[in-house]
């Protein structure tokens, strides 16, 4: 779910996890594989009593990489298909029932926590495919934590649609449901971001939609929500219809 991309040959071994976690205080080892070096090399990390998975360290095989995505935070130009991936998933005990917020929440937060690493180039939230910046993704996960806005460019991402509509990529895995915010004549694609980022984060606080209802929108408008179930996709319209 998460991947870690490190520049080439720099995948950390498991004592520079172990030095981070003794170093911050947030989070522990509690297992580790000891297979053959060629192996792909594993460890249990334990975060606010929930257990995580972190695979691919080095001298084993790397883990998953990623060819492209959408970039917050970096270099224009980047490359992540030049990079070492490092897998960090929850648990299997934490996903048997569908990945839950509280979950995915803590998965942030501990890839927020190993931001720190050294020669660290980039974090994926594969859900969104969005590929940010270790800083960036370390700084916007952190105001959420903190009780601040929903990270929407970092744990989703808004594409721009031909009709002039914006459609959110990754709320899915929080909502069960997509964001689709009709296009409106009356605003500009940067208006337009600013409410679909608020809904956002109304969204992952409130969860699903599933029957039509209205919302006050950022500048006083009103703003209708109507699910529609077999699509998965929240559409909402400014203003009645």
Request: with cysteine; net charge negative.
């Amino acid at each position: 779910m998460v991947v870690l991309l490190f520049a080439p040959g720099h995948r950390p071994p498991l004592s520079e996890i172990q030095s981070l976690s003794v170093a911050q205080g947030q989070f522990a080892v509690t297992l580790e594989s000891d297979g053959p070096g060629q192996e792909m090399r594993w460890a249990e990390l334990l975060a606010n009593g929930l257990t995580f998975d972190i695979a691919g360290l080095a001298p084993g095989k790397p883990g998953p990489g990623v060819a492209d995505g959408h970039l917050f935070g970096l270099p224009e130009g980047f490359d992540p298909a030049s990079c070492e991936g490092v897998a960090l998933t929850p648990g299997p005990h934490l996903t048997s029932g569908g990945p839950m917020v509280p979950v995915l929440r803590c998965l942030a937060w501990l890839a927020a926590e190993l931001a720190g690493l050294e020669h660290l180039r980039a974090i994926v939230w594969g859900p969104a495919r969005t590929i940010c910046g270790p800083d960036y993704f370390r700084d916007v996960v952190t105001r959420w934590i903190g009780g601040g806005a929903f990270p929407g460019l970092g744990l989703t991402a808004l594409l721009p649609q031909p009709d002039g509509a914006i459609l959110s990529e990754g709320l899915a895995l929080f909502t069960g449901q997509e964001l689709r915010l009709e296009p409106d004549p009356g605003q500009d694609q940067q208006q337009a971001a600013k409410v679909a980022l608020r809904l956002l984060h109304w969204l992952v606080e409130n969860g699903r939609v599933d029957q039509t209802m209205s919302l006050t929108g950022p500048s006083g408008e009103t703003l209708l929500l109507e699910p529609r179930a077999e699509a998965g996709i929240l559409h909402v319209w400014r203003g009645s219809r």
